[in-house]
C-alpha cells in the first residue's frame, strides 16, 4: 500500500510482530486486515487468519473494528467480540502482530487568497491614511 501521508484519515503503526506503517485514505475504506493477497493491509505472520479483521467507517464518523468469523483479536488487551469503535492511540493485537491505531493529520485548509485579500485591504486602509493625513495637513 502506498505511503498518502498528507490524505489519510487514519494509520496503523505496526508495534510489535512486523515492521512498518499503514496509512489509510477515504477510498480504502472499509479495509480488510489479513494475510490473503487481496487484503488492504497485509500481516503475513503467525495466527493471522486470511481475513481477520476489518476496518470502517461508521455513520457516525468514527472507525470501527470487526473481527471476521472467530478470529481471535484484542484491542487494549481486551478480546474483541463484535464490532468496537477504535479511539486514537489504542492497541490492536492480531495474531502475533500488535498494531496501534492514530487518527491521520488534519489537513490545513488552502488560505492563501484569504491571506491575499487581507494584505490588499490593509494595503488599502494605510493608504487611505496616508491620504487623509495629506488632505488634512
Not at 31 to 56: N, P, Q, T, Y
Not at 72 to 98: F, H, M, P, Q, Y
Not at 111 to 123: C, K, P, S, T, Y
Amino acid at each position: 500500500m502506498a505511503v498518502k501521508t498528507q490524505e489519510s484519515l487514519a494509520q496503523l503503526m505496526v508495534v510489535s510482530g512486523g515492521d512498518g506503517r499503514h496509512d489509510l485514505a477515504a477510498e480504502d475504506f472499509p479495509v480488510m486486515i489479513g494475510r490473503a493477497k487481496g487484503c488492504g493491509v497485509s500481516l503475513k505472520k503467525d495466527g493471522v487468519w486470511d481475513e481477520h479483521v476489518s476496518l470502517s467507517l461508521s455513520d457516525g464518523g468514527g472507525f470501527v473494528l470487526r473481527s471476521q468469523g472467530k478470529a481471535a483479536t484484542r484491542i487494549n488487551g481486551e478480546a474483541l467480540e463484535s464490532g468496537r469503535r477504535l479511539r486514537n492511540g489504542d492497541v490492536i493485537a492480531v495474531g502475533s502482530v500488535k498494531l496501534q491505531f492514530w487518527l491521520g493529520r488534519p489537513r490545513q485548509r488552502a488560505l492563501e487568497g484569504r491571506e491575499m485579500l487581507f494584505w490588499v485591504l490593509l494595503l488599502g486602509v494605510l493608504l487611505a491614511q496616508a491620504w487623509m493625513l495629506w488632505k488634512l495637513g
